[in-house]
């Protein structure tokens, strides 16, 4: 047998395909654990028997169901799912992954069921994460208690990245249709538009009584708040259930550009924005158009977003680092590591005693990104190279000197930086991406949230290029707004606007030495600037 399952995400087929299996293993999952008339079934470790889930105390039932299923149950028949691109050859993508992981980690008992690959946007070398079905459910079932129930879901991201494959898992967990929009061949508003409009249709008829097998989704969720959504919630829309969908930021301001395509974004009940950053500008159109906009921070190694406004999803935690800057995430929903890469698993997964943190609450709150605050961090985007960062002074926790004796929890120590204000996460960018000019550490983040702000400015990117004499010398590049009636605008006008309109808000190290015009800006994954890309294309030339 096969260690793996390569699953195309081309055809509405595919994708379908790709839905079911995943409604077939959570359904297996649940059998594992959960025996007839709603009996916990013990280890396969210990003796043979039921114990009778009201014999148990709700604290032993949650703890049974955060356990890693892998711990418990090895699954030696089943094939790891690996979801690819349309584009990829099976082959060719089955003998990488056969010379990547030692068949002594095949994944098949240490609670591995996908395979989700990164992008490698910046260090050009992706990673093989490896997830359990009890990490992605509960995920899915946080996301729900956030957004206020389960409702159906419309697909507008590729199926083989982990913003996806969640739009999938949640349809599955709340037993709804996924309604695909996605086109390989790029994004279009008006097909995206006339899909959301059938399910919203659809969500008007839909059975809000109905639910799905509370037993066997809650007994695979992995401890995410202990509780099934159970029926469909009816939308303030007066639909028997909401309607959902999830964007990146390039999608946003494209269907913004569209008449229909707003319309039919303001009409759904929650529109999730997420791989990579949006500024406040973006997001403050969006909500001016009527679109419900819930901006959301995760990636691979935590099945997708676990931050939703800044705050963390019920049952996750958050902090920062106080010496880097680096933000820690930890929760039921944490990938099990990197397949082929025990030496980084034990690197980015580690344990922490539980009272160092405060554990996230379900509230939600207002938008909370980095934008938002654009120049005041910019203000404080330089800092002398080696020095604490004052954003990384933030911390959600007591001290780390606090919870001697407590129960450790796990932890992913994230390759982003950021800090913490009043209980809210503001992510800064990745620790990679910080420039060192003239010794002096410059965050690119508030810098573009900074050009975004700027009606002159479609798109932008500040990026570090060599220089002999500062090491390196911060750079902006930036794609010119459209001017409709105006034709051609003089690009030296332009770009004189611009740096008047820095040096304004700037000074010292963060404030861009050069300015640059394209008409496009490399993207890698679902909507992430290529960085790297662009750093060596502007070196070239």
């Known amino acids: ?54 014999s148990l105390s ?44 030692p068949a002594r980690a095949s994944g098949r008992s240490v609670g591995v069921d996908m395979v989700l690959r990164t992008s490698g946007s910046t260090t050009g070398t992706g990673k093989l994460v490896g997830v359990s079905m009890d990490a992605l459910v509960a995920s899915a079932r946080a996301t729900h208690k956030r957004l206020g129930g389960a409702g159906i879901w419309v697909l507008a991201l590729p199926a083989y990245h982990a913003a996806g494959v969640q739009v999938l898992v949640r349809a599955a967990v709340a037993g709804t249709r996924v309604f695909n929009a996605y086109k390989e061949g ?53 639909r028997a259930c909401p309607v959902y969908t999830s964007l990146v ?23 999730l924005i997420g791989g990579a950053a949006a500024d406040a500008q973006l997001l403050e159109q969006a909500k001016a158009a009527g679109i419900k906009v819930v901006t959301t921070y995760g990636m691979s190694e935590t099945c997708g ?56 609450t379900s509230d939600a709150g207002g938008t909370a990104s980095a934008a938002e605050s654009a120049e005041a961090g910019a203000a404080g985007a330089g800092t002398e190279a080696g020095a604490t960062s004052p954003g990384s002074e933030a911390r959600a926790g007591t001290g780390s000197d606090a919870g001697a004796g407590e129960p450790a929890r796990r932890w992913f120590i994230t390759s982003d930086r950021g800090h913490i204000v009043d209980g809210r996460l503001q992510v800064l960018g990745r620790l990679d991406d910080v420039i060192i000019s003239g010794g002096i550490k410059v965050e690119p983040g508030p810098i573009e949230a900074l050009l975004a702000l700027n009606p002159l400015v479609s798109e932008c990117a500040v990026v570090g290029l060599p220089d002999l004499q500062w090491g390196q010398v911060v750079t902006a590049v930036v794609v010119p707004a459209s001017m409709p009636g105006l034709g051609r605008v003089d690009e030296g006008a332009i770009l004189a606007q611009i740096r008047v309109y820095l040096e304004q808000k700037l000074s010292g190290a963060q404030c861009p030495k050069q300015v640059l015009l394209a008409d496009a800006l490399p993207y890698k994954g679902i909507g992430k600037v290529d960085r790297r890309a662009l750093a060596q294309s502007l070196a070239r030339a």
Request: net charge negative; aromatic share 4%; with cysteine.
């Open 249 to 271: 930021p390039t999608q946003l301001r494209r269907a913004l550009d569209d008449e229909q395509l707003r319309g039919a974004l303001a009409r759904l009940d929650a529109v």
């Open 305 to 360: 977003g676990c931050v939703y406004d800044g705050q963390p999803l019920p049952g996750v935690s958050m902090d920062v680092d106080q010496a880097t800057g680096a933000i820690w995430l930890s929760g039921p929903m944490l990938a099990t590591g990197y397949l082929g890469d025990e030496e980084r698993t034990r690197r980015c997964f580690v344990s922490r005693p539980q009272a160092q943190v405060a554990e996230g």
């Open 58 to 101: 709700a604290e032993d039932v949650a703890r049974a169901q955060a356990r890693s299923l892998a711990k418990q149950y090895l699954r030696p028949s089943r094939e790891i799912i690996v979801p690819i691109a349309p584009h990829e050859d099976t082959r060719e993508v089955a003998a990488n992954l056969a010379r990547r992981i």
């Open 1 to 54: 047998m096969s260690l793996f399952r390569i699953q195309r995400t081309q055809s509405a087929a595919q994708i379908e395909e790709f839905a079911q299996l995943l409604a077939r293993r959570m359904s297996a999952d649940a059998s594992d654990v959960v025996g007839r008339g709603g009996h916990l079934r013990k280890p396969q470790t210990s003796a043979p028997g039921l114990v009778s889930r009201s």
């Open 186 to 238: 790029g994004f279009d508003p008006q097909h995206l538009a006339q899909v959301i409009d059938a399910a919203c249709a659809a969500a008007a008829d839909c059975d809000a009584g109905s639910s799905f097998d509370d037993d066997a989704v809650s007994s695979c969720a992995g401890g995410a708040g202990g509780e099934a959504e159970g029926a469909l919630a009816a939308d303030a829309a007066g």
